[in-house]
């Protein structure tokens, strides 16, 4: 498995489903890795600058679901609680451990935290 690069950016305190699909370049449109029987899946988010410390961490049944094993898709679910008191860059990543207990990480990227106006409007 080769992972994929994901940038993006969200508003504090918005949801946001992050679909991967894994695939054996790393490529959206590559062949897809069936990820039945995974043992683990698990993403984090963290600071890019200085110590690097984990701001949030999402594992499989706690935030990750596969929605389709043979297609190699899984969600990741951000929920409202998770970005509200977060603003800047970060950096994140997701791994997989496959039922033979290989460990691969099949993303990567930046991840923009934008402050929010309306927080207080609602």
Do not use: C, N
């Amino acid at each position: 498995m080769t992972h994929q690069v994901q940038d993006f950016s969200i508003h504090a305190g918005d949801d946001l489903i992050i679909p991967v699909t894994v695939t054996e370049d790393g490529t959206p449109t590559g062949t897809p890795v069936d990820i039945t029987g995974a043992l683990l899946i698990v993403w984090a988010l963290s600071t890019r600058e200085g110590t690097i410390a984990r701001v949030l961490t999402k594992t499989l049944g706690e935030g990750i679901e596969v929605t389709d094993a043979s297609g190699g898709v899984f969600e990741v679910t951000i929920d409202t609680e998770d970005t509200r008191d977060l603003s800047g860059r970060y950096q994140h990543q997701a791994r997989i451990t496959d039922s033979g207990g290989s460990k691969s990480t099949v993303m990567s990227g930046l991840v923009t935290v934008d402050p929010t106006i309306l927080e207080d409007a609602e």
